[in-house]
C-alpha cells in the first residue's frame, strides 16, 4: 500500500467526532487552533516520517478537511473533472456559468483552492456520486504542474456521455 493510500485510508478510519473536529477547520491553514494540528499530525506525520513519498503537508491537510466535510464514498477512476462533466446543467446558460466555474478551479494556485473544491464535492455529493480520493490527493501534490490541469480539462471534455448520470 502506497503512503497516499494509508494516509486516504487513515481518513476514512476515523471517528465522527474526528471528522467533526476537521470539519471546523474549513477554510483555515494548519497553524490556527492546536487541536487540528493535533489531529493532523497524529494522522500525517508517522507516514511522512516512514516515507517521504507521503503526500505534502499542504495537500494532505486540504485532504482531510475536504474529506471530513464530504465523506464521499471511494470509487477508483472516479475523477472529480470527470465526475463534474456529468453534473453540468442542461440549460445552456447555467452551463456556461458551470464551465467558468470549472475553468476557474483549474487557474486557482493551490493555497486558494479550498473554496473551488468545496463547491465541486458538494454537488458531488448532493448527487451521492462516488470519488477517487487517492488520484484527487496525487492531483494536488503535483497541482503547479500545467500537465495536471490539462488532464483535468480533458477528463472533463472527454468523459463519455453514459459513463455516470446526475
Known amino acids: 500500500m502506497t503512503p497516499t493510500e494509508q494516509y486516504i485510508q487513515g481518513l476514512m478510519n476515523l ?3 474526528e471528522l467533526g473536529l476537521l470539519r ?4 483555515q491553514s494548519l497553524d490556527e487552533t492546536v487541536d487540528g494540528f493535533d489531529l493532523f499530525t497524529g494522522l500525517w506525520w508517522p507516514l511522512r516520517a516512514k516515507n517521504a513519498r507521503a503526500p505534502r503537508r499542504e495537500v494532505a491537510w486540504l ?7 464530504y465523506p464521499i464514498e471511494p470509487s ?4 472529480l473533472a470527470s465526475q463534474l462533466r456529468h453534473c453540468q446543467p442542461t440549460e445552456q446558460k447555467a452551463r456556461g456559468r458551470f464551465q467558468q466555474k470549472f475553468d476557474k478551479m483549474l487557474s486557482l494556485p493551490l493555497d486558494k483552492i479550498e473554496p473551488a473544491l468545496r463547491w465541486a464535492l458538494d454537488l458531488l455529493d448532493s448527487k ?8 484527487l490527493t496525487d492531483d494536488l501534490s503535483v497541482w503547479a504542474h500545467t500537465s495536471t490541469r490539462l488532464k483535468w480539462a480533458e477528463d472533463f471534455l472527454n468523459s463519455k456521455q453514459g459513463d455516470i448520470t446526475c
Do not use: M, N, V
Open 63 to 69: 485532504i482531510a478537511k475536504l474529506y471530513a466535510l
Open 15 to 17: 471517528k465522527s467526532g
Open 76 to 79: 477508483h477512476g472516479r475523477t
Open 24 to 27: 471546523k477547520h474549513a477554510g
Open 128 to 135: 451521492e456520486l462516488k470519488l477517487d480520493w487517492l488520484k
